[in-house]
């Protein structure tokens, strides 16, 4: 089955500063990848999502890069802001697998004053 | 205007129990799915209902019994609890099986 291995598990920067979390994967057939944001007592929110059929995509501050041959992406946050500190989770899935995600093991973001 | 609502917020309970945590979407999705968040916060799928019917079904103990009275509802029910069971449930939903998931905020299960 499908292994997500994400790094780091912990990342603390400064205000305005740039934030690079990353993912590998292990199963070639996955297609999908979602990046979620956990806030405390909250349910993951998606952020951002691409697709297998492009390398990158941005959304004003938040980018996700994907190297399929690699395989491994990842997700750049620009000019952080105290409200990004939360948990982001990486998950990929695979078309015609029913959108079953297999996710990574989260990264605990802080972002300092 | 909650789109994915799931009740209750907190469930404590003891071990041997039978309880059901509930989830409603409001955003007309045909998928609905259950996952796992353990204390160490991984994230697992166990059950995806796509219209009423079941397509993913992880090794999850029989205990656990998803049941989907209709394409908008999606309940978890769990027979004679475990300490293991311990954990925050999601309830998730997608518009098709090959659209993006959108989370409820989760019902944390406490087994004493």
């Known amino acids: 089955g499908e292994n997500v291995e994400q790094h780091p598990s912990t990342l603390s920067v400064q205000e305005g500063d740039s934030a690079v979390i990353k993912c590998t994967y292990s199963?070639?057939?996955?297609?999908?990848f979602p990046w979620y944001k956990q806030e405390l007592g909250k349910g993951p929110q998606l952020i951002i999502d691409i697709r297998s059929n492009v390398g990158e995509k941005k959304d004003q501050r938040i980018a996700v890069t994907l190297n399929k041959t690699a395989k491994h992406f990842s997700l750049h946050i620009t000019e952080t802001q105290p409200e990004d500190s939360a948990v982001y989770f990486c998950a990929t899935g695979e078309s015609g697998g029913g959108n079953k995600l297999t996710f990574g093991t989260g990264t605990q973001l802080k972002v300092e004053l | 205007d909650t789109a994915v609502s799931q009740t209750p917020k907190y469930l404590v309970t003891q071990m041997g129990n039978d309880k059901s945590i509930k989830c409603e979407q409001n955003?007309?999705?045909?998928?609905m799915y259950w996952y796992k968040q353990d204390s160490k916060k991984f994230l697992k799928i166990m059950f995806s209902y796509n219209n009423k019917e079941l397509i993913i079904n992880e090794t999850v103990p029989n205990r656990f019994s998803p049941k989907s009275p209709d394409k908008a509802h999606l309940n978890l029910h769990i027979n004679s609890l475990e300490l293991g069971d311990s954990a925050v449930y999601f309830c998730a939903s997608s518009l098709t099986s090959n659209q993006p998931q959108h989370f409820g905020d989760g019902t944390r299960l406490s087994i004493l």
């Open positions: 955003l007309g999705h045909d998928t």
């Open positions: 199963d070639s057939a996955s297609n999908y």
